[in-house]
């Protein structure tokens, strides 16, 4: 850290990756990104309960995207899976981000999503970089900075003895 006699709080005050302000915005990002989620799971089983069925006629649509025949194979196949499993794991997701539970094993779960998202949207209309690869960055955020040791339950749950004996369980958490 520089040290600036012009400026009283140049040492009060840093962007350093590891410093107060880095783990704040952090948090907020995972706080944030979880609200977004949960927001869209709970709102999808409110309107549909576990019958989401939107989810399987959206991909058995998809004919002319980039993924080509795996979406309408999986919207035909696997609507019993899709139907009540979106609208559970985008909320499920959502909680433990927003709690800073489980944050890296949550965080795949949205990179999984946002992946099958933006690929899906194959026309890219409005282009390679849009809302659905801006999200898929962001949930690969919080798995590469493990947000939920910054003020989330995972630096509670990393201390358990359970994490201790199975520190591979640390890939799951932070």
Sequence with gaps: MAYSETNPLAEDFGFEVGGPLAAYWIALLRVITGWWFFHAGVTKLIENGLNFT??????????????????????????????????????????????????????????????LFWVGNAGFGNGLVNGDLMGLLLFATMMVFAAGRYYGLDALIERLDVVNRYPKLRYLLG
């Design 54 to 115: 939107y989810g399987t006629a959206y991909m058995q649509g998809m004919t002319g995207t980039a993924l080509g025949p795996i979406p309408v194979w999986m919207g035909n196949n696997l609507a019993w899976l899709i139907e009540p499993g979106v609208p559970l794991f985008e909320t499920l997701i959502g909680l433990a981000l927003m709690a800073g539970a489980f944050v890296r094993l949550a965080a795949f779960g949205g990179v999984v999503f946002m992946t």
